[in-house]
T-cell receptor, first 114, second 114 residues
């Protein structure tokens, strides 16, 4: 069965510092991978996705992620954190069985302090 | 254009009551998904519609949960004989086609069963 593991339920960084949110997946087939962000009392917003092709994908708000098959990882990064980046971030993999459902990690809450 | 909308935004009910949660997807999106997000967890898949039919309902926890999408647009998630353990945020998402390009989420309905 596929699964997603997000290391670190809480991450705290200073404004202007590098953001690194970790995601590892397990999949029996080439994965489709996604990062979503959830602001308080809002729905999930797609940040970026990897399907095929270039392994470094760029998303909105300056975020990017790199698919590393050998490490089964899809870590999310941003060079310089902004206060508005404080939110919860979810990594997800498309289920290989039904080509429809997404399997999410437990999420990482990012705090940005001045 | 308008995103995915869900009503109500909050629903408080008593144990044993029946509730209906509504989802209005993005116009033209044929695929519709329901997820449930418990506190501190990532969303968990419930059911997927392609058009009017439920193509995958493997995530519904038991027969108290049912969902319909009679005209291939709006969907209603129905929960009978609610239990305190049903308390969660219920998220709806839609996409043009199965998840290759990512799903677009609504703001969710927070259900509280007293």
């Amino acid at each position: 069965a596929q699964s997603v593991t997000q290391l670190g339920s809480h991450v705290s960084v200073s404004e202007g510092a590098l953001v690194l949110l970790r995601c590892n997946y397990s999949s029996s087939v080439p994965p489709y991978l996604f990062w979503y962000v959830q602001y308080p009392n809002q729905g999930l917003q797609l940040l970026l996705k990897y399907t095929t092709g270039a392994t470094l994908v760029k998303g909105i708000n300056g975020f990017e992620a790199e698919f590393k098959k050998s490490e089964t990882s899809f870590h999310l990064t941003k060079p310089s954190a902004h206060m508005s980046d404080a939110a919860e971030y979810f990594c997800a993999v498309r289920d290989s069985g039904g080509y429809n459902k997404l399997i999410f990690g437990a999420g990482t809450r990012l705090a940005v302090h001045p | 254009g308008a995103g995915v909308s869900q009503t109500p935004s909050n629903k408080v009910t008593e144990k044993g009551k029946y509730v209906e949660l509504r989802c209005d997807p993005i116009s033209g999106h044929t695929a519709l998904y329901w997820y449930r997000q418990s506190l501190g967890q990532g969303p968990e898949f419930l059911i997927y519609f392609q058009g009017t039919g439920a193509a995958d309902d493997s995530g519904l926890p038991n027969d108290r949960f049912f969902a319909v999408r009679p005209e291939g647009s709006v969907s209603t998630l129905k929960i009978q004989r609610t239990e305190r353990g049903d308390s969660a945020v219920y998220l709806c998402a839609s996409s043009l086609a199965p998840t290759g390009q990512g799903q677009f989420f609504g703001p969710g309905t927070r259900l509280t069963v007293l």
